[in-house]
Each structure stands twice: as structure tokens, then as C-alpha cells.
């Protein structure tokens, strides 16, 4: 039982390019998200998944497009990087009936 | 507009002395607020979730308090331990169980422990 794992751990990108950061999870979680930590500020939800085939948008989805074709796996597409989102970015996932979240370990992503 | 502000910001405390951080919501409709405990480099770990009706949850030496007339919470951290400096970050949702439930995260108390 490994949780919510996230590759890659770190990444630099250059401004343009395009990437995908893989989030994956063993324990049958219907609810997945995004999340992006920035210093000083709290975590932002980006996109989120109440299900396989169900996505919508956060708080800060401009950039970030999402799928959910299994119920383990939410990857969050950059599309064309940008300084801006230089940031650590968290995978999170939790049981439908219960409150708490299970987040994965993070990828600190920098954009030059 | 639904905010979630954190107190202090930084702090540093011996070890085995105790500490209480603070929390102050205005996220409203209510739901559950959630204390977790981030260590540098590793993504946050929930201590305690408490809903409208609970005062008061415990999780070993931390102790969470709930007041939800003030919509202010606590964090009291006993006899602490060098492994317990981390970021605590209070996270307050609007609504859980079968719907998503919006999360409003403050940005975290950074709590160093010297020897």
C-alpha cells in the first residue's frame, strides 16, 4: 500500500515547454486533486476529480489541464510552462465519506 | 471571501516546552476544520479533523481545540520533541462527506524545536 505517489520528485523546464506530473494512488479514493504551494501562501486547489471521467476546476486552473480515466491515476498536464508556475505541487486523494485527505510527497517544479 | 489566518507565523520553543498556535476562520458554511503537520520537502499529514460539534480532539501530545461561535481553533503541542518542527497548516471546509467540500488552507505556522 503505497498512498498517493507523485513523479517526478523535481523538475526544471524551460518557459514554452510542456510536461505532464503524474499523480497515482492504491487506495480505491474516489476524490482527487491538485494542489500548488507557493511560499507565504496556502495551497491552492488547481483541479480536482470527484470520480473516473469527472474533473472540474479550482481555485487556479489556468495553465493546467487534468483527466481522470482510472480511479487511481490524475495526471496534471502543463501546457506551455510558464515562470509563474514555478511552485511545489501536491496530489491529494481521500475516500468520498471520509473528511480527511491523503497527500502525496510533492514535485518542486521550477520554470526558467 | 473565505480566508483562514495562522498565528504566529514562525516560532521557536525548547525542546519539551509546550506551544498553542492559532487559527481564525471565516469560511462559512462550516464543515470541519483539519489541523496537518508538514515536514520541509514531504506533503502535509493530518493530526486531528474536527466538525461543528466537537470542542476538543487529541492525537498523542497535540491537542486540538474548536470554538465554533469565535471561529478560532488551536493547535497545543506538549512536551515537544525536536521531530516535531514542521510547518502546521489549519485547513477549515465548507462541506464534506458525499460532496467535495471547498478547503481553505492558511499558510501554515513554521515551528522550529532547539535542543
Known amino acids: 500500500n503505497a498512498g498517493v505517489t507523485q513523479t517526478p520528485k523535481f523538475q526544471v523546464l524551460k518557459t514554452g515547454q510542456s510536461m505532464t506530473l503524474q499523480c497515482a494512488q492504491d487506495?480505491?479514493?474516489?476524490?482527487m486533486s491538485w494542489y500548488r504551494q507557493d511560499p507565504g501562501m496556502g495551497l491552492r486547489l488547481i483541479h480536482y476529480?470527484?470520480?473516473?471521467?469527472?474533473?472540474d476546476q479550482g481555485e487556479v486552473p489556468n495553465g493546467y489541464n487534468v483527466s481522470r480515466s482510472t480511479t487511481e491515476d490524475f495526471p496534471l498536464r502543463l501546457l506551455s510552462a510558464a515562470p509563474s508556475q514555478t511552485s511545489v505541487y501536491f496530489c491529494?486523494?481521500?475516500?468520498?465519506?471520509?473528511?480527511?485527505?491523503?497527500f502525496g510527497s510533492g514535485t518542486r517544479l521550477t520554470v526558467v | 471571501k473565505n480566508q483562514v489566518e495562522q498565528s504566529p507565523q514562525s516560532l521557536i520553543i525548547l525542546e519539551g516546552k509546550n506551544c498553542t498556535l492559532q487559527?481564525?476562520?471565516?469560511?462559512?458554511?462550516?464543515?470541519?476544520l483539519r489541523w496537518y503537520k508538514q515536514d520541509t520537502g514531504r506533503g502535509p499529514v493530518s493530526l486531528t479533523i474536527?466538525?461543528?460539534?466537537?470542542n476538543t480532539k487529541s492525537n498523542g501530545r497535540y491537542t486540538a481545540t474548536l470554538d465554533a461561535d469565535t471561529k478560532q481553533s488551536s493547535l497545543h503541542i506538549t512536551a515537544s520533541q525536536l521531530s516535531d518542527s514542521a510547518s502546521y497548516i489549519c485547513?477549515?471546509?465548507?462541506?464534506?462527506?458525499?460532496?467535495?467540500?471547498?478547503?481553505?488552507f492558511g499558510q501554515g505556522t513554521i515551528l522550529t524545536v532547539h535542543p
Open positions: 476529480s470527484v470520480g473516473a471521467g469527472i474533473t
Open positions: 487506495m480505491n479514493h474516489e476524490y
Open positions: 491529494a486523494s481521500r475516500p468520498w465519506r471520509y473528511y480527511g485527505y491523503t
Open positions: 474536527m466538525t461543528f460539534s466537537e
Open positions: 485547513v477549515v471546509s465548507t462541506s464534506g462527506g458525499t460532496s467535495y467540500g471547498k478547503l481553505t
Open positions: 487559527c481564525n476562520y471565516t469560511v462559512s458554511p462550516f464543515s470541519n
